[in-house]
Nanobody, 121 residues
Framework: QVQLAESGGGLVQAGGSLRLSCAASGRIFSIASMGWYLQTPGKQRELVAAITSGGNINYADSVKGRFTISRDNAKNTEYLQMNSLKPDDTAVYYC???????????????WGQGTQVTVSS
């Protein structure tokens, strides 16, 4: 079984920074894309940032220049460095990863449990 464990959320003032981490554990052969989504009450999850195994990165327009996604393949961990935070960034943030557990298997998408980020004005 594969699990994603998130950490790093919390309460911060506008203009501040937070760093989210997401560590994958369990039976892992390879990890393809990894990413972060956010969700606010009553809305669907939306992509914040994604990074492929080759290092290609995609950001939502709302976070470009403020957030940085990265990954440490040796640790099966991804990060989201969030700077210049705004009250509009307040949401539950979920990490996701496309993981192959065995070399002959298919990739499955896994999700973290979510971590609350609250930005006060």
């Amino acid at each position: 079984q594969v699990q994603l464990a998130e950490s790093g959320g919390g309460l911060v003032q506008a203009g501040g920074s937070l760093r989210l981490s997401c560590a994958a554990s369990g039976r892992i052969f390879s990890i393809a894309s990894m990413g972060w989504y956010l969700q606010t009450p009553g809305k669907q999850r939306e992509l914040v940032a994604a990074i492929t195994s080759g290092g290609n990165i995609n950001y939502a327009d709302s976070v470009k220049g403020r957030f940085t996604i990265s990954r440490d393949n040796a640790k099966n961990t991804e990060y989201l460095q969030m700077n210049s935070l705004k009250p509009d960034d307040t949401a539950v943030y979920y990490c996701t990863a496309a993981i192959r557990s065995v070399w002959y298997g298919r990739e499955n998408e896994y999700w973290g449990q979510g971590t609350q980020v609250t930005v006060s004005s």
